[in-house]
C-alpha cells in the first residue's frame, strides 16, 4: 500500500489574543499570563498569537498595563514559539488611518521588541491600505501575513477572492489568511474557497474563525482536507463560543491521520487546567457572561460579527432602547449596503452599527450621520468592494468630491509633531507610538505611570485605577 504523504496541520494558539478579546473583552492580564508560558512554548504550535487587535487599547485603558512591557515579558518567555500579532493595515491598532510614517515605525517597533509573524488586514479589503504595513514588515526581516476580510454578499464571489488572494501573493506577502471574524464560513464552503485559493497562489493558506454559529470545528476540518496549512485554536477554557474552536479538540480530530500535529494532549491538559480557574473567576465575576458561550445561529442570519452584536446590545441598553435590538439588526444590513457592503470589522463594523442604532433611535434613517460614516462614505477608509448609495453619499458630504487615491497618500508625516506633543511623558521611543494611537488614553496612562514611578499617594493612585472595570 502506497504511503500516505504525511502533511501535518499547524497551529496558531489564540488565547493571550482574540481568545479572551472575544470572551472577557480582552481583560487578560500580563499576570495571569505569564505563569504558564514556559509550558506553552514546548507544545509545537506554529505560533502564538498574543498582540495586536484590542489589546493594545486594552492594556492601556482597562488594565493600566504598558502593552510593549507585556510584549517583551512574552518575548523572554516564548523561547522557541513564534510570537503573532493582528494588525489593521493603515489602522494600526486603532480606529482610523494614521500617517505611514506612524505605520512603518510601529512595525518596526513591534518586530524590534518581538513580534515575528503579522497578520494585516484592511476592513474594506482595500489591498492599497496594506501595502506600507507589508512593506515595512519585509523591511523589518518579519513575516508578513495578509488577511482577507470574509464576509458574504454580491461582490464577494470565489472570483472576487481567487482576484484577491493573487494580487496578495504579488504584494509579497509571505502567507495569506482567511480572516473569518464572525464565523460565517460554513463547511462545504470551506472546501470550494480554500481549494479556490490554494488553485490561485502559491503562498500557505491558513484559515481564522470564530465558533459563534457553531460551525466552526467542522469548517476547519474541510478546510484541512481542502487543503488549508494552518488554522487559528484556542485552550478549551477560553474556546468555543464568540471564540475559536478548541485546540485539544481539533488536535484529537486530526490524530492517526496525515494531519496529525503530533502535540502532546497531557501537556495541553495541564495548560488546560492552568486556565480553567481563570474562566471560572471570570464567570464568576460576569467578565465572562454565558450569552458569548453558547451557539448563535443569529450571526448567520444576520452576517454580523459576535463583538458586534454585543456592543449593539449594550448601546441599545445605554439609551434604554433594548426592545429596538431586532429592529436595528435588520437595519445592519441595509446600511452594509448603503455603505458599499464592506466585511463588518473593526472599524468598518462599530461604523455601520452606530449609524444602523442611529437611524432606528431617531427614527428617520440618515437624519444624524456619525463622522466615521460620513468619512468612510467620502472614502477616508479607502474603497469598498461595490459603490456606496450615491443618495446617501450626497447626504452625508453634499457637494464635496470624496477621495479615490490611497487615503493615506493625503495625510502629512506625523511623528515628529507627535513626539514634541508628547515630549514630557516619553521614557523609551515606544511611548510615541503610544500616544499617536490613543492621545488621551496614553495621556492618562503617562499619569498613572508617573504616579507608579514616584510613589506619590498610592491610596490615590489606587483610587483612581477603582474607576477602570477590571
Ligand atoms: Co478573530
Known amino acids: 500500500m502506497a504511503e500516505i504523504e504525511k502533511k501535518p496541520v499547524k497551529i496558531v494558539e489564540t488565547v493571550l489574543r482574540d481568545a479572551h478579546q472575544s470572551l472577557i473583552a480582552t481583560r487578560m492580564t500580563t499576570d495571569e499570563m505569564l505563569p504558564i508560558v514556559d509550558k506553552m512554548d514546548k507544545v509545537g504550535y506554529h505560533a502564538v498569537e498574543c498582540w495586536g487587535g484590542a489589546t493594545f487599547d486594552s492594556c492601556l485603558r482597562f488594565l493600566k498595563e504598558d502593552p510593549w512591557e507585556r510584549l517583551r515579558k512574552l518575548r523572554d518567555g516564548f523561547k522557541n514559539t513564534k510570537l503573532q500579532m493582528l494588525f489593521r493595515g493603515q489602522n494600526i491598532l486603532g480606529y482610523k488611518p494614521y500617517p505611514d510614517d506612524v505605520v512603518e515605525y510601529f512595525v518596526q517597533k513591534s518586530i524590534a521588541n518581538g513580534i515575528d509573524i503579522i497578520r494585516i488586514f484592511d476592513c474594506l479589503n482595500d489591498l492599497r491600505n496594506l501595502e506600507t504595513a507589508v512593506n515595512a514588515t519585509k523591511k523589518e526581516g518579519g513575516h508578513a501575513q495578509v488577511a482577507l476580510s470574509y464576509t458574504i454578499g454580491d461582490a464577494y464571489n470565489l472570483d472576487y477572492w481567487k482576484k484577491t488572494a493573487k494580487q496578495i501573493e504579488q504584494m509579497g506577502a509571505d502567507s495569506l489568511c482567511i480572516k473569518d471574524m464572525a464565523g460565517l464560513l460554513v463547511p462545504y464552503e470551506a472546501t470550494r474557497l480554500v481549494t479556490a485559493l490554494k488553485e490561485s497562489t502559491h503562498i500557505p493558506v491558513e484559515l481564522h474563525t470564530h465558533y459563534t454559529s457553531g460551525v466552526g470545528g467542522m469548517t476547519y476540518l474541510k478546510a484541512v482536507e481542502a487543503g488549508v496549512d494552518i488554522i487559528d485554536t484556542a485552550m478549551s477554557p477560553f474556546a468555543m463560543g464568540t471564540s475559536q474552536p478548541a485546540t485539544e479538540v481539533m488536535v484529537e480530530t486530526f490524530r492517526g491521520t496525515p494531519y496529525d500535529t503530533g502535540f502532546d494532549q497531557k501537556l495541553l491538559g495541564e495548560i488546560a487546567d492552568y486556565f480553567r480557574p481563570i474562566r471560572e473567576k471570570d464567570l464568576e465575576n460576569g467578565l465572562m457572561s ?66 444602523a442604532v442611529l437611524n432606528v433611535l431617531t427614527g428617520e434613517r440618515y437624519k444624524m450621520i456619525t463622522n466615521e460614516s460620513r468619512a468612510l462614505l467620502r472614502g477616508e477608509y479607502g474603497q469598498t468592494v461595490k459603490p456606496v448609495n450615491p443618495e446617501v453619499q450626497k447626504k452625508a458630504i453634499g457637494e464635496e468630491e470624496p477621495i479615490t487615491c490611497r487615503p493615506a497618500d493625503l495625510l502629512e508625516p506625523g511623528l515628529e509633531k507627535i513626539e514634541a506633543e508628547m515630549s514630557q511623558w516619553k521614557e523609551q521611543d515606544e511611548d510615541v507610538l503610544t500616544y499617536a494611537l490613543f492621545p488621551q488614553v496614553a495621556t492618562e496612562f503617562f499619569k498613572y505611570r508617573a504616579a507608579q514611578e514616584n510613589k506619590i499617594d498610592p491610596a490615590k493612585a489606587d483610587e483612581e485605577n477603582k474607576s477602570y472595570p477590571v
Do not use: C, H, W
Request: no cysteine; net charge negative.
Open 290 to 355: 454565558p450569552k458569548v458561550l453558547g451557539v448563535n445561529i443569529k450571526t448567520l442570519m444576520y452576517q454580523v460579527p459576535g463583538g458586534m452584536l454585543s456592543n449593539l446590545v449594550s448601546q441599545l441598553e445605554q439609551q434604554g432602547a433594548s426592545d429596538k435590538f431586532y429592529e436595528v439588526l435588520e437595519e445592519v444590513p441595509r446600511v452594509r449596503k448603503d455603505f458599499g457592503e464592506p466585511p463588518l470589522v473593526t472599524p468598518s463594523s462599530q461604523i455601520v452599527g452606530t449609524q
